[in-house]
């Protein structure tokens, strides 16, 4: 099973962020977000489709439905620049998405 | 808060057996309802699942890796394992415990870099 997601997005402090996720009939199963900045571990932004863990600010959130999982963040700050990894269960076994260099200009 | 660690050899020759050992606190990994994972990270790359196991000793793996990888729980210290045998420069990666709640992980440990090389 594979995720796809584009290797890069681009966007301008303020603006919004659009992330996407692809995979086969991924909307019937759970995606969820990691964000991952320079020598750290990747930390949960969202969970279940669409859920924020505590402490993950408001602007960032998720759809799952069809093909694709969409990570949106509003208002982008530039303290969002990092990597951002989609991932899903597929029988037991998990797959993650390539990972979006998210850049903030 | 739970907290978990890696630890184990930093470097490893070709054709060996690499092993690394994530000490987990703050929690129990007899715990229902979690599985205890590992996930690397070759440099420069993302992210790759390489195998978990659940409180009851059931194990998955990814494909691509399973006829080489073991993940064993150890309750006496609250610890779990990953073997992973005949690595090759391949291997190389920053390799990441990780506690799954349903169908994502919500506690990462710091990672450690394991070089393969002669």
């Known amino acids: 099973y594979d995720l796809t997601q584009p290797p890069s997005v681009s966007v301008s402090p303020g603006q919004t962020a659009s992330i996407t996720c692809s995979g086969d009939?991924?909307?019937?199963?759970?995606a969820c977000w990691y964000q991952q900045k320079p020598g750290q571990s990747p930390t949960l932004v969202i969970y279940?489709?669409?859920m924020r863990p505590s402490g993950i600010p408001e602007r960032f959130s998720g759809s799952n439905s069809g093909n694709t999982a969409i990570l949106t963040i509003s208002g982008t700050q530039a303290m969002d620049e990092a990597d951002y990894y989609c991932?899903?269960?597929?029988?037991?076994?998990?797959?993650f998405g390539g990972g979006t260099k998210l850049t903030v200009l | 808060q739970l907290q978990l660690q890696e630890s184990g050899s930093g470097l490893v020759k070709p054709s060996q057996t690499l092993s690394l050992t994530c000490a987990v606190s703050?929690?129990?990994?007899?715990?229902?309802?979690?599985?205890w994972n590992w996930i690397r990270q070759p440099p420069g790359k993302g992210l790759e699942w390489v195998g978990h196991?659940?409180?009851?000793?059931?194990?998955y793996y990814n494909p691509s890796l399973r006829t080489r990888v073991t993940i064993s729980l150890d309750r006496s210290t609250n610890q779990f394992s990953l073997r992973l045998t005949s690595v090759t420069a391949a291997d190389t990666a920053v390799y990441f415990c990780?506690?799954?709640?349903?169908?994502?992980?919500?506690?990462w440990g710091q990672g450690t870099l394991v070089t393969v090389s002669s």
């Open positions: 990780a506690r799954a709640a349903t169908y994502y992980f919500d506690f």
């Open positions: 703050g929690g129990s990994i007899s715990s229902g309802g979690y599985s």
């Open positions: 196991i659940y409180q009851i000793g059931s194990t």
């Open positions: 009939k991924l909307g019937d199963k759970y």
């Open positions: 279940q489709d669409s």
């Open positions: 991932q899903a269960w597929d029988s037991s076994t998990v797959v």
